[in-house]
């Protein structure tokens, strides 16, 4: 029989919110720590007792034993150290537990061992943790038992960021100013606070672990390196929505129930694309809530997986021929009084606001476009943007019908009277319900769309943080806004200036608009007419964090100095470097001991068994000598092409670290790995499967 449990009761019961902060601490305590929220102010030592103290007793009702501080370094994935509450041994042989407040508030695990790009020599260890209080603690319960999660920036003993949040912090800070000064000039007195608010659907792949642990590029690299595809692939379109399998739905139902404990608004699963793809998308939450519940989104989805014996697949393109996995990033502004500064309201035409903030918009877009290109950017996207499953690798904003007459109008005669209505949609069936059609349809194929009173970035792969990318868009939204502040608060007439700031900036950004079909050939001819870029893969977006553009737009922000640009650089050459070497190292690994020995395995036994039909009569075997003489064929240019990558592989290693040694991987690297995958993916085709040494496509995307 099914678990029964009322979500209402469970979600967030394991999150130290604000209704238990509110119960369990004392008034005056409780005051102060909001106050420490809302305006942005240092905790003092003696409230961070009372929190922690009663953090602790909490965690240890849910039975915690240990507290870690939860951060995310630039590796792409989260890091914590485990300390329990026990604080000293008593002399009658019991402990004392405790927790106290400089605990709670700072840590110092070694900085040593993680990304920085330069800014720490590997000798200088140390490393701070620092309580993210805008992000409420949490009890995660797993095999280890319970452990108390305290959401932390990290940064270095010198004070730089070494993590994801840190500027992220920063940008939130940055846009938030420049809001206010924008919405004070159109007379809101009232919204104290303007917050980027960001939903993120995740896609992901589910495979069945035993079938995934044959399969040693799948181990090692999180895709596989060898595949022939199978009869079938996506190609009937009967994955999408459709019906979701129970073993599927069981899986579904753990995780939504995992992810709810924790205050993780679960809200739409789905069957995505490709057969074994699938989706889950939350509520929306203030940018760096919804940065740390993405995280754990995807560990739960990792740690469930195996629960129900499968494997959860987040690499961006885990199957060559098969549709990949992205995360759409879905991002407003929303004052804390509820006024989302994205709503069109129903006649954009004349609601000057929300077309000022809609230029400034495609204003930052377009003039960063490279920095969002590049926060997107990792060796895994590389397969996945701009091949027609995703949005292209060129940047441009949709905006729809009723926003691109709005836009037209003003261009072409400096103001717009109109607005284009939703019609009413007759179904024809008189026992269904007419109902309204939108002014506007979506684009799945633009990297940037406009879908009703929200921006979703659907470039970002499904196994990155989506830190990156708010960290740019609040970043340079901030600066548009900031711009049209410094030219309306000189202004003497506000409404003339405000008119004139709207048609410039529709005029001077109108190329980075695009509603068409951003999968066709012409859209890239016509891109670079327009002076688009069309940054194809990670080693050529990184150059964007440390153009002289870029280092002044983020410190005048204060979100990075030039030393953290030219660190999270270097990071990003490193980490695709190792992506690559580790894929070339495993194929190399998977070639030379189970595939080759496997088609040699098989050439023998073809050999004797055409000696043996020889011998025993004169049968024709021409059929058998071809086949034979094929594999041998294929056999040979899968050998050759192995030793070409060993040794570009060993060449690429030995080159100095940095973009020389990106770029030697991408170029030289990438096409041995190339070469070596299309004699094998053949071989897969004729080979006995019997002989064959590890589960194909089919029986990973079609046997879950």
């Not at 102010?41 to 870690?68: C, N, P, Q, S, Y």
């Not at 260890?125 to 932390?152: E, K, N």
């Not at 000022?356 to 476009?369: P, S």
């Not at 580790?582 to 068994?609: C, F, H, W």
Request: charged letters at 25%.
């Amino acid at each position: 029989m099914s678990e029964y449990y009322n979500v209402a009761e469970i979600f967030g019961e394991n999150v130290f919110n604000d209704a238990v902060m509110q119960e369990r601490l004392p008034k005056k305590v409780y005051k102060r720590l909001k106050d420490v929220v809302s305006e942005g102010r240092e905790l003092d030592l003696e409230t961070a007792d009372v929190v922690a103290h009663e953090m602790k007793e909490w965690a240890i009702e849910k039975g915690a034993t240990h507290f870690t501080h939860w951060f995310q370094p630039l590796t792409g994935v989260t890091a914590e150290k485990h300390d329990s509450f026990i604080t000293a041994p008593m002399p009658n042989g019991k402990v004392l537990m405790g927790f106290s407040g400089k605990e709670l508030i700072k840590g110092e695990p070694d900085a040593s061992s993680f990304p920085s790009g330069g800014l720490r020599a590997t000798f200088e260890a140390r490393g701070y943790t620092a309580w993210d209080c805008t992000s409420p603690a949490f009890v995660r319960q797993d095999a280890a038992g319970a452990t108390l999660c305290i959401p932390t920036a990290f940064c270095s003993y010198t004070g730089e960021a070494l993590d994801q949040k840190t500027p992220l912090l920063r940008s939130m800070e940055a846009i938030n100013n420049q809001s206010i000064r924008l919405l004070r000039l159109f007379g809101n007195t009232t919204s104290k606070s303007i917050i980027p608010s960001v939903g993120a659907e995740q896609e992901y792949f589910l495979v069945d672990r035993q079938k995934y642990l044959k399969r040693k590029d799948l181990i090692f690299t999180g895709r596989t390196l060898f595949g022939a595809m199978p009869p079938k692939g996506q190609e009937m379109e009967d994955h999408y929505f459709g019906a979701i399998r129970e073993r599927i739905a069981a899986y579904m139902k753990d995780v939504n129930k995992e992810l709810w404990k924790l205050g993780v608004s679960a809200k739409t699963q789905h069957n995505e694309v490709a057969p074994a793809q699938h989706e889950l998308a939350p509520i929306y939450a203030e940018a760096n809530i919804a940065v740390d519940h993405n995280q754990l989104v995807m560990e739960t989805l990792k740690k469930v997986a195996g629960r129900h014996g499968m494997t959860c697949l987040l690499h961006e393109k885990p199957f060559a021929g098969v549709n990949g996995s992205g995360k759409h990033n879905n991002w407003s502004l929303i004052t804390d009084d509820g006024i989302n500064l994205l709503d069109p309201g129903k006649t954009p035409h004349d609601n000057v606001q929300f077309l000022l903030v809609l230029t400034c918009v495609l204003k930052a877009v377009h003039k960063h476009a490279d920095l969002l290109r590049e926060s997107a950017a990792d060796a895994g996207n590389d397969h996945r943007l701009g091949a027609n499953e995703a949005p292209p690798a060129i940047i441009s904003v949709f905006l729809g019908e009723q926003l691109q007459d709005v836009l037209t109008q003003l261009i072409s005669t400096g103001e717009a009277t109109r607005s284009l209505k939703g019609e009413v949609l007759q179904t024809g069936v008189k026992t269904l319900p007419d109902f309204m059609k939108d002014a506007t349809d979506r684009n799945r194929t633009s990297p940037f769309a406009f879908t009703g009173n929200k921006f979703e970035f659907r470039m970002v792969g499904s196994n990155d943080s989506i830190a990156a990318p708010n960290v740019v868009l609040n970043t340079i939204v901030a600066e548009a806004f900031s711009d049209v502040c410094d030219v309306l608060e000189q202004a003497d007439d506000f409404e003339k200036a405000v008119h004139d700031l709207i048609k410039e900036q529709a005029t001077a950004h109108q190329d980075i608009v695009f509603n068409g079909n951003g999968y066709s050939p012409e859209w890239m001819d016509e891109a670079e007419r327009r002076g688009l870029p069309n940054i194809t893969n990670m080693v050529d977006a990184v150059p964007a964090l440390t153009t002289e553009k870029a280092i002044a737009l983020f410190e005048k922000f204060n979100v990075f100095t030039e030393a953290e640009l030219v660190s999270r650089g270097e990071i990003l050459y490193e980490s695709y470097a190792k992506a690559i070497n580790i894929e070339a190292r495993a194929m190399v690994d998977m070639a030379g001991k189970q595939i080759i020995p496997a088609v040699i395995k098989y050439t023998t036994a073809l050999a004797n068994s055409i000696n043996s039909v020889k011998t025993a009569c004169s049968a024709d075997t021409s059929v058998q000598e071809g086949l034979l003489l094929e594999v041998s064929g294929l056999l040979a240019e899968a050998k050759s092409a192995l030793g070409r990558l060993s040794e570009a592989a060993e060449r690429a290693y030995a080159v100095k670290e940095g973009r020389e040694q990106a770029i030697c991987y991408r170029d030289e690297v990438k096409a041995a790995m190339d070469a070596l995958r299309a004699p094998v993916d053949k071989l897969e085709m004729i080979v006995d499967k019997d002989m064959w040494p590890m589960p194909s496509y089919g029986d990973l995307i079609f046997e879950v």
